[in-house]
Antibody, heavy 120, light 105 residues
């Protein structure tokens, strides 16, 4: 069974970059057909998909966030990462990493989530 | 962009009741619709994928149906552990519905 665990700073100052890492166990992030995604839950609002990265490093981002996002893989550590630039208070959210087996597939495994607050 | 709406936004039912939630898409999405359950303080969990397929390990009291723009999610007999929020989700920018909060009466 795939397990995912988010890590990174819980507090980020406005205008800075939010950086999170997801450590994967139970599967190799290089395995064919696997995609790795970030999703956030905004307070008082719903779930918002951020983007995904394939096992080969191809990326697909939410158009509303595309200009501020970079996703990357680190196969040596079996991790993938999110960078979200120029954050504001509106980026305060619970951030989840998740896996999917294909570019049009459900999110079948999720991390427990990490709450990131943007505040000075 | 394809928008998803859910109804009701919340409901309260008794243990053993049949519970039905609907999800409507703004455009035809075939059967590309998934359902998740999020318990308070936990990550969402996949229950149903591609409108009607039960995820491995998910109890058979959960079911889904529909295609095109109109979808239904059903709990045949509500259990105490089923409280939380249910979300539908589709593959156009992977957007989610606003959620339906379920609690026990």
């Amino acid at each position: 069974q795939v397990q995912l665990q988010e890590s990174g700073p819980r507090l980020v100052k406005p205008s800075r970059t939010l950086s999170l890492t997801c450590t994967v166990s139970g599967a190799s992030i290089s395995s064919d057909g696997y995609y790795w995604s970030w999703i956030r839950h905004l307070p008082g609002k719903g779930l918002e998909w951020i983007g995904y990265i394939s096992n080969t490093g191809s990326t697909f981002y939410n158009p509303s966030l595309r200009s501020r996002i970079t996703l990357s893989l680190d196969s040596s550590k079996n991790q993938f990462s999110l960078s979200l630039r120029s954050v504001t208070a509106a980026d305060t959210a619970m951030y989840y990493c998740a896996s999917l087996k294909g570019d049009m597939a459900p999110f079948d495994y999720w991390g427990q989530g990490t709450l990131v607050t943007v505040s000075s | 962009d394809i928008q998803l709406t859910q109804s009701p936004s919340s409901l309260s039912a008794s243990v053993g009741d049949r519970v039905t939630i609907t999800c409507q898409a703004s455009h035809d999405i075939s059967d590309y619709l998934n359902w998740y359950h999020q318990k308070p303080g936990a990550a969402p969990k996949l229950l149903i994928y591609d409108a009607s397929n039960l995820q491995t390990g998910v109890p058979s009291r959960f079911s889904g149906s529909g295609s095109g723009t109109d979808f239904t999610f059903t709990i045949s007999s509500l259990q105490p552990e089923d409280i939380g929020t249910y979300f539908c989700q589709q593959y156009d920018n992977f957007s989610f519905g606003p959620g339906t909060k379920v609690d026990i009466k």
